[in-house]
């Protein structure tokens, strides 16, 4: 009987640690701002996903893009390394550097916004996230940079993202694990009751 429960419980923690420390994938949301978009009105990204790894302490994003009018940027190296422009970046970053100040900006930052901007010729684009405030200096940013800061147009907006559901396996193998571990323990008090009636 101790080896089961001791079996159950690495199970169980082994789940747990899948659960919550494994890579997770993020969806992001993207809306315009109304006060942009006089060049290139309206076209708000269609999509936007990544995966971060908090585990990692070094390159945590990987598989980063986001899809503007059609064309798929990728933007997973950039988010590993950000542009921290003024000392110590924006408040809502903490400090930090590197992809967990990318992430902070993305999930923390209540002034970030997605900016786009197209070459002269609309030969190449630039997508970025930064925090905006204070307006105009941008002190935490990431994003492609094919352009070279030329630009005919440009628009921005705001963003939101959103954790996905875990891998349903996972799910499934913790809920199991937890409902051995105590069906055991019942199991265990049962027979003890017995015992002390006996």
């Known amino acids: ?8 419980t690495i199970i169980v923690c082994y789940s747990a640690v899948q659960l919550f420390a494994a890579p997770l994938d993020y969806t992001v949301s993207f809306f315009p701002d109304a006060l942009s ?3 290139v009105p309206n076209i708000l990204p269609t999509s936007g996903s990544f995966t971060y790894d908090s585990a990692l ?4 994003f990987s598989n980063f893009t986001v899809v503007w009018n ?4 990728t933007l997973t190296n950039s988010a590993n390394a950000p542009s921290i422009n003024i000392p110590g970046g924006a408040a809502c970053i ?3 550097t590197g992809g967990a100040a990318a992430f902070l900006l993305l999930t923390n930052c209540p002034d970030a916004e997605w900016w786009v901007g197209e070459a002269t010729g609309g030969t190449s684009t630039d997508f970025i996230f930064a925090e905006s405030a204070p307006v105009g200096n941008w002190p935490v940013a990431f994003g492609t940079d094919a352009a070279n800061g030329t630009y005919y147009g440009a628009s ?3 963003f939101s993202v959103q954790q996905e559901a875990p891998e349903p396996a996972t799910a499934v193998v913790s809920l ?3 409902s051995l571990l105590l069906g055991i323990r019942k199991s265990k008090m049962v027979r003890r009751v017995h015992l002390s009636k006996g």
């Open 1 to 8: 009987m101790k080896n089961a429960i001791g079996f159950v």
């Open 37 to 39: 978009g006089e060049d």
């Open 57 to 60: 302490a070094s390159d945590p």
């Open 70 to 73: 059609g064309e798929t940027l």
């Open 94 to 96: 903490n400090g930090t």
């Open 156 to 158: 921005r907006g705001g």
């Open 176 to 178: 199991i694990g937890l």
